[in-house]
């Protein structure tokens, strides 16, 4: 029995679990993705626990700049508990189903934790801004209360957005299709999956979409505008590069999330082929094991507190 879109509901049958199309049919494809996953898994979770030790231990990074790494540390390591358990699962057993309800636990976690980053991001521009552009009144403008604000704030408009979301997924109807063609519970192959008409849901989706992207990616358009301003004005090359280095790690990370996200997001469930978007899908998996590296690598304070932290684990481990 297919399903169509529009089908009677006297038609339908109702859809238990969901069947993950997965990364390939091949055996030996399977335990090369499976030792991949493993590897970028205990990768991004043991580097982005080091990140949050090291901020949490070192008084010398108890300022607003970590505060926001703390947490984007924090919200990486519940995009990749959400996603790749799930997907080593699927990749190496037999079993690649999933329950119809845990595949909307698993969209509205995934949904909540890459609002939380793009609104994190935004909040983190901001940041930047305040402390290349006003760096007189950094400690003042980014005082505990601000901080916590921006960080509420972004994780309130988070789950409230992915509860939206999963509230329209759940609203439509599931036939006897039920092949997700993806590895994960994502929006764009449930929508392609459904036999509702989907059209309202895909602009409702949209429209919010492109409104937490814009209150995302103003204050980053903003806060750049005006940093870019105040480093062309130094005369000096060598102060210049080093304002600018200040915020060069949060533009990397700008750059590969919203590479990701508009390579995936932002088109009808129509335009979804399965073999363009794994490729881009496996970045969503990839990109929060890459965040603790780019701002580690490029800190001297967090180079010298991980040093430390790893110095004090050696010591304890001995005894």
């Not at 949490?56 to 990074?61: C, E, I, Y």
């Not at 599931?174 to 929006?187: G, R």
């Not at 102060?239 to 995936?264: A, D, Q």
Request: include cysteine; charged fraction near 15%; charge should be positive.
């Amino acid at each position: 029995m297919s399903g169509g879109k529009g089908m009677d509901n006297e038609n339908q049958t109702l859809v238990m679990y969901f069947i993950f199309q997965g990364l390939s049919d091949n055996p030996k494809h399977q335990t090369a993705f499976f030792v991949l996953f493993v590897t970028i898994y205990i990768v991004g979770i043991v580097s982005n626990c080091a990140i949050i030790a090291a901020i949490a231990t070192d008084s010398r990074l108890h300022t607003p700049m970590y505060f926001f790494i703390w947490s984007l540390s924090l919200v990486d390591i519940c995009i990749l508990t959400a996603i790749v358990p799930q997907l080593l699962v699927s990749t190496i057993s037999q079993r690649k189903t999933i329950s119809y309800s845990r595949c909307i636990a698993q969209l509205y976690v995934f949904v909540g934790m890459e609002t939380i980053d793009s609104l994190l991001l935004g909040a983190m521009a901001y940041d930047r801004y305040v402390a290349i552009c006003r760096p007189l009144h950094y400690f003042t403008a980014m005082d505990k209360k601000v901080c916590t604000l921006l960080l509420a704030g972004s994780w309130v408009g988070g789950f409230l957005n992915s509860l939206l979301y999963s509230t329209m997924i759940v609203t439509l109807s599931f036939c006897a299709a039920n092949v997700i063609q993806s590895f994960f519970c994502d929006v764009p192959p449930l929508l392609k999956l459904s036999c509702s008409d989907t059209s309202v849901i895909e602009v409702l989706i949209f429209t919010v979409g492109t409104f937490i992207g814009l209150v995302s990616i103003a204050p980053i358009v903003m806060s750049y505008t005006r940093i870019i301003s105040t480093v062309l004005s130094i005369r000096s090359n060598k102060e210049r590069s080093k304002t600018f280095s200040t915020c060069s790690s949060h533009l990397i990370v700008v750059t590969l999330y919203y590479g990701t996200i508009v390579c995936t997001e932002f088109r009808p469930s129509s335009s979804y082929t399965l073999q363009r978007d794994k490729v881009v899908t496996v970045m969503y998996t990839i990109v929060p094991m890459l965040n603790p590296f780019i701002y580690s690598l490029r800190s001297e304070q967090m180079k010298q507190a991980l040093k430390k932290m790893m110095g004090k684990c050696t010591f304890f481990c001995k005894f």
